[in-house]
């Protein structure tokens, strides 16, 4: 059993930056892949960026691809996302998610078990 708690969203402007931070409770944190997606509202839940469970693997849909870091401290528990120059289409609930596995983390949403309840991020003037 993983538990997930997100924290970090908010209101930013166009150009800014945030750091979402995901705190996994749980001793085998490392045994999982994981993910962060994001749900604007009419949308479907996408996958903005995945890790897998050393770290060594990362997946980046394309429209964030060098604005997004996604990172993991397997020592703390935590996974972070740095968002930078963020936009007005970044705007979101972003979720983390866990997967239990040690290969390439997964891509699809069905894959992970485990989730947060999701945190707001609202990118404005």
């Known amino acids: 059993q993983v538990q997930l708690v997100e924290s970090g969203g908010g209101l930013v402007q166009p150009g800014g930056s945030l750091r979402l931070s995901c705190a996994a409770s749980g001793r085998t944190f490392s045994s999982y892949a994981m993910g962060w997606f994001r749900q604007a509202p009419g949308k479907e839940r996408d996958l903005v960026a995945a890790?897998?469970?050393?770290?060594?693997?990362?997946y980046y849909l394309d429209s964030v691809k060098g604005r997004f870091t996604i990172s993991r401290d397997n020592a703390k528990n935590t996974v972070l996302l740095q968002m930078n120059s963020l936009k007005p289409e970044d705007t979101a609930v972003y979720y983390c998610?866990?997967?239990?596995?040690?290969?390439?983390?997964?891509?699809?949403?069905?894959?992970?078990?485990?989730w947060g309840q999701g945190t707001q991020v609202t990118v404005s003037s």
């Open positions: 890790i897998n469970w050393s770290g060594h693997w990362t």
């Open positions: 998610a866990a997967a239990y596995g040690l290969g390439p983390a997964p891509r699809h949403e069905f894959e992970y078990g485990y």
